[in-house]
Nanobody
Framework: QVQLVESGGGLVQAGGSLRLSCAAS????????MGWFRQAPGKEREFVGF????????YYTDSVKGRFTISRDNAKNTVYLQMNSVKPEDTGVYYC????????????????WGQGTQVTVSS
């Protein structure tokens, strides 16, 4: 069992930066690939990116490539989403998810979900 808690959301101006954290419980955190997702008001939840359990592979959706970076610290059971050059369309609730299979993260169906943290980008 893995429990996930996101933090770091808030209000940021367009062009600014924000770093989200996702703290995981459980001793098996390092064996899970971790993903980030977001959901804008009135829209479906969207895949943002993932990082493999071994930290040697990352993958991002096109709209955030070059602006967002996912990293993880297995010693702290934490995964991060560094958001740079944010845009108003990045606004939404951001969720982290965990699954042993990265492809499942791309399909937006991780085994475990966090509760989400709100990110609002003002223009």
């Amino acid at each position: 069992q893995v429990q996930l808690v996101e933090s770091g959301g808030g209000l940021v101006q367009a062009g600014g930066s924000l770093r989200l954290s996702c703290a995981a419980s459980g001793r098996t955190f390092s064996s899970y690939a971790m993903g980030w997702f977001r959901q804008a008001p009135g829209k479906e939840r969207e895949f943002v990116g993932f990082i493999s359990w071994s930290d040697d592979e990352t993958y991002y959706t096109d709209s955030v490539k070059g602006r967002f970076t996912i990293s993880r610290d297995n010693a702290k059971n934490t995964v991060y989403l560094q958001m740079n050059s944010v845009k108003p369309e990045d606004t939404g609730v951001y969720y982290c998810g965990a699954d042993r299979t990265p492809g499942v993260l791309v399909g937006k169906a991780p085994q475990f979900w966090g509760q989400g943290t709100q990110v609002t980008v003002s223009s």
